[in-house]
């Protein structure tokens, strides 16, 4: 067994959808060691640090309570990075790595531009021996370059020894389950090459974690281990979702077809839910990621194969967004419909690569006007989202799209030609749909993206009603 090395102090760079949450944890299950989130991000920070925990800028369920039990304690954010890098024992890198948008492996590869930049503060700031523990979803081999980055700086400006040890600790997290998912994951992945930083790791994660579900493992299958799991993940609701469009076309039930295939062992029954398709900030950018490696090292098919997956996602959502403007008799110009739910999932005031984003913008360039309405996302959030500010009232018969913010789902449908519901908030499942049909237009539609509504109710209250994967 190699010798535990101690850790006091923790600094993580990025206080996002990962860094926060998973911070805060290992802070409440860790009250001996003194955390210390830092982001350069001023607002978010300020955010972080704001009396009231209703303004967290992440929400999710539980989140608030664990930061209120730590914050201020062992819990700390900052936007001094500096400091909190040259104090601590172990850095995390959770910042963003999102697609690249021009040169090479553009709309493929990942921009590794923001690792490089943390590499490079903690090979300038650190002191002494640091254990640097990529948290990022990131391509398989990019410890490779953090090692180089850090290696050239093994000695400081005033002569003083710095080493480092590089490990990889994907996250595993499902936003909206997030704080569960941390208090009681499935497993932890460590990967790296130095025994005595990985065990350091470990001896964190079993204050909380069973010995055995922390898995350790190289470098690079590490890496590669984040990537593959969301593939594999998002390949399963690429595939319901294939199989609900031929539900539709045939007759048959989306819900008892995945009720029957789930039962199998072999398969098991979670994602197997038709939807509009995967969202989040992980899946389509760590497929295309996959795509790009896949091509690099010449495996065209295995890149095309994997390339389907997401080519299926964005058509899905396409095929929703013709699926409304035909029900509504092939014109939605200056309809106005109320869209209930933005964010890609229900928990979360995430809209990264929601699939609202898309099938909201189609409706707009087919002239409707949107009401939206979502109990967490905030208007200036859509806003950017869609590219365009929010207006008061439709542009008319003939005009461009438009769109406006609803604080409530009665709100939304007052006039509404159709309710679409595209995000699977709790609150949108028990709607009182006799209500809701009196303030609507007539002949009015309910487009159940998400099947979670009482169908039958809204037909009885007068709604013609579609819902995915029902013939």
């Not at 206080?15 to 409440?28: C, E, K, L, W």
């Not at 990621?289 to 890149?303: F, I």
């Amino acid at each position: 067994m190699a010798e535990v090395l101690s850790v006091h102090r923790i600094c993580c760079i990025g206080a996002g959808y990962v860094g926060g949450p998973t911070m805060a944890v290992i802070a409440d299950r860790c009250p001996q060691i003194q955390v210390t989130l830092v982001d350069l991000n001023a607002e978010r920070i300020a955010a972080w640090n704001a009396d009231d925990l209703s303004c967290l800028p992440v929400y999710e369920p539980g989140l608030a309570e664990v930061v209120g039990r730590c914050r201020g304690r062992n819990l700390h954010f900052t936007t001094e990075v500096n400091g909190a890098i040259a104090d601590a024992d172990m850095v995390f890198l959770s910042v963003n790595t999102p697609t690249k948008t021009r040169g090479l492996g553009a709309g493929q590869a990942s921009d590794l531009r923001w690792i490089e930049a943390s590499a490079r503060t903690v090979a300038a700031q650190a002191t002494g021996h640091t254990i640097v523990v990529e948290k990022s979803t990131l391509p398989v081999r990019t410890a490779e370059a953090v090692k180089e980055i850090l290696s050239a700086s093994q000695v400081g400006g005033n002569g003083s020894a710095k080493t480092f040890s590089v490990l990889s600790n994907p996250e595993f997290l499902a936003e909206g389950t997030a704080i569960p998912d941390l208090e009681d994951p499935d497993r932890v992945l460590i990967g790296g090459e130095d025994p005595q930083a990985i065990e350091a790791l470990a001896e964190i994660y079993q204050h909380w974690v069973s010995p055995q579900r922390i898995l350790r493992t190289n470098l690079w299958s590490s890496e590669l281990s984040k990537l593959t799991a969301n593939a594999f993940l998002a390949q399963r609701i690429s595939s319901i979702n294939a199989i609900g469009a031929l539900c539709e076309a045939t007759g048959a039930d989306v819900k008892e077809v995945a009720r029957a295939i789930g039962a199998d062992s072999r398969l098991g029954p979670k994602f197997l839910s038709a939807g509009p398709g995967f969202g989040g900030s992980c899946f389509r950018k760590d497929i295309l990621n996959l795509v790009y490696l896949c091509r690099h090292y010449g495996l065209e098919e295995a890149a095309h194969y994997w390339e389907q997956v997401v080519d299926l996602n964005s058509w899905q959502q396409q095929r929703i967004a013709r699926l409304v403007v035909s029900k509504l008799f092939g014109t939605v110009s200056g309809k106005r419909l109320a869209v209930l739910g933005f964010a890609f999932k229900a928990d979360t005031n995430d809209t990264r690569e929601s699939p609202a984003i898309g099938i909201c913008r189609d409706l707009l360039e087919e002239g409707a006007h949107l009401a939206i309405h979502d109990p967490k996302v905030d208007p200036s959030q859509i806003a950017r989202d869609l590219g365009c500010a929010a207006s008061a009232s439709a542009d008319g018969l003939g005009g461009d799209g438009s769109w406006e913010s609803s604080p409530s789902d009665l709100e939304a449908v007052a006039g509404a030609d159709a309710v679409i519901v595209l995000t699977e908030w709790a609150s949108f499942r028990d709607i009182n749909w006799a209500v809701i049909a009196s303030r609507m237009r007539r002949p009015a539609w309910l487009f159940d993206v998400r099947a979670i509504t009482d169908a039958t109710a809204a037909r009885a209250a007068g709604l013609r009603v579609w819902r995915i994967g029902e013939g």
